[in-house]
């Protein structure tokens, strides 16, 4: 008798000791003939095995949820006194928060809306994307974006206000859902629990963001690319290879050339003026 043969045996004989005591423990509605246990024994057994199948089959679905790993949520904090730290999004949006000033944010956004909660004050330059909404959560209200920038103050509970420089927010208030649309050059505010919209009367409050700004552990690619912003005539520019390098500096009204020299010394990179650009590459 070969191996098989004998699993087999040994199996037909562990179920018909499981019968007989099932049966002799009254657990079986009539006795059965001898002819019949065969066929009553392979009737348990493959009801045996559809059970385990099933078991099988609904803990491979728990556990493959239970390992869905959870979108990590972060959260930022500005400590700095008069400092702008600034950011990048996973989608290429940029957030210039102010000190005493925290951003909650997702590590990878969800495929239908890009959501992020704030408190305290904060400039955001949105990357436009009509198919996912760029949602933020204050204490007061909740603003829908597709792609602009916007100056949020936040900081008191009871105050609220908004300014537009590019693009169209929507406005939504908590507590009473009123909502509104507010277009570049206006400022929505709160007072006496009702949104006011009204032209914008300080611009200057958008360049005060990057007057003094610090980058912490932020990729050199990001990094150029926010600078480059508010100097698109004498941009940065690196090397493919180079734009994933890390770095933690800070900014206080320098110029493109002299940012370029702080990268350059921190990173032991070289700098090289190529007309009225500013080449950041390996010495």
């Known amino acids: 008798m070969n191996q098989i043969e004998k699993n087999k045996s040994k199996t037909d004989q562990a179920w018909a000791q499981l019968y007989t005591r099932l049966e002799q423990d009254g657990l079986l509605d009539k006795p059965i003939s001898g002819t019949q246990i065969p066929y009553r024994i392979g009737l348990m057994k493959w009801a045996a095995a559809i059970v385990i199948l099933c078991v099988s089959v609904a803990t491979a679905i728990f556990l493959g949820q239970e390992r869905t790993p959870e979108t990590a949520l972060l959260t930022l904090h500005n400590n700095e006194a008069s400092t702008t730290l600034v950011t990048t999004l996973e989608d290429g949006s940029i957030v210039y928060l102010a000190d005493n000033s925290q951003l909650s944010y997702p590590e990878h956004f969800q495929r239908e809306k890009r ?169």
Not at 116 to 132: H, P
Not at 224 to 231: D, P, T
Not at 246 to 262: D, G, H, K, Q, W
Request: with cysteine.
């Open 115 to 283: 959501e992020v909660s704030l408190l305290g004050n904060a400039l955001f330059d949105v990357s436009g994307n009509k198919e996912r909404p760029f949602l933020i959560e204050t204490e007061q209200a909740r603003i829908e974006v597709l792609g602009t920038s916007f100056n949020i103050k936040s900081s008191d509970k009871s105050a609220f206000e908004l300014a537009v420089r590019r693009g169209l927010v929507k406005v939504t208030l908590k507590k009473n859902g009123e909502q509104t649309l507010v277009k570049a050059s206006q400022t929505v505010s709160l007072f006496s629990n009702r949104l006011q919209v009204a032209p914008t009367q300080d611009n200057e409050q958008f360049s005060d963001y990057t007057r003094r700004i610090q980058f912490k552990d932020e990729r050199l690619g990001d990094i150029l690319h926010v600078i480059n912003l508010e100097y698109p005539k004498m941009p940065l520019k690196t090397t493919a290879d180079l734009e994933n390098r890390r770095l933690t500096v800070s900014f206080y009204n320098n110029s493109p050339a002299t940012m370029a020299e702080l990268i350059c010394a921190a990173l032991k990179l070289k700098c090289t003026q190529q007309n009225n650009i500013w080449m950041i590459s390996e010495p």
